[in-house]
């Protein structure tokens, strides 16, 4: 059955395809998301739901670090097999925000967001910023620094990330341990804000240096290289 269910998505044509996570008892709409091939085989085997991350660029298991998981318990394929239907039993809540859905901002009249039911402390701080980061791009400028340097546009936030790196090495010149936490905080940050520009998540940073662990710079640098020639 399983393999009928998967044989029936033209994976070549949509390689990427939404899921709807919807709650088993009350039918409320949790999240949507996405799925490859090999996360939703690992959906159907293991009966928890797995999506891939189109920011991280990578398969990831609901709940791996919150533990909200959710538990599969039926599926459907709509009409025209490019979109899937979980009916869950939602462990814990469905938002990185705290909230039970992702879908909590009512946008055609002027209502009060829903309040946080649980606090997720499980978050990376980058990855928890980043989250943040993302959101303040709608947020007022009056009322948000990030959100005035995202208005300004992208000179302001590359010319921020050159300051910041410029302090931050007047800092480790002038061997002061206060002043260099400070400033790498604030590089970190504004680099953190240049990404939230482009839409790439610090995971994919992360995952980058866990490629380079064990090689050494010059072997990294020459693979770099090669691949440059190459193209």
Known sequence: ??????????????????????DEKDGKV???????KEAFELTLSTKIAHYYSRSRKKLWKKG???G??????????????????LKVKQNGVACHTGRISCFFNRV???????????KIETYSISDTLYHVIQERKKADPKKSYVASLFKKGENSILKKVVEEAGEFCFAVKDKSEEEIIY????????????LGYADINPDRVKQELKRRFGL????????????TATQ
């Not at 059955?1 to 899921?19: F, G, Q, T, Y």
């Not at 909200?68 to 239907?85: A, G, M, R």
């Not at 050494?216 to 290289?225: A, D, L």
């Open 216 to 227: 050494s710079g010059i072997e990294e640098k020459n693979s770099r290289n090669n691949e």
């Open 108 to 118: 055609d009249i002027k209502e009060e967001l829903s309040q946080v039911e649980k």
């Open 183 to 194: 400033e790498a905080a604030d590089l970190a940050f504004h680099t953190l804000v240049a």
């Open 68 to 85: 909200h998981t959710q538990e599969v318990k039926e599926i459907y394929l709509d009409c025209d097999s490019d979109t899937i239907l």
């Open 30 to 36: 949790l999240m949507l998301a996405y799925t490859n």
């Open 1 to 22: 059955m399983n393999e009928e269910l998967i044989s029936n998505i033209d994976w070549d044509k949509n390689p990427l395809i939404p899921v709807i996570a919807q």
């Open 64 to 66: 791996e670090q919150s």
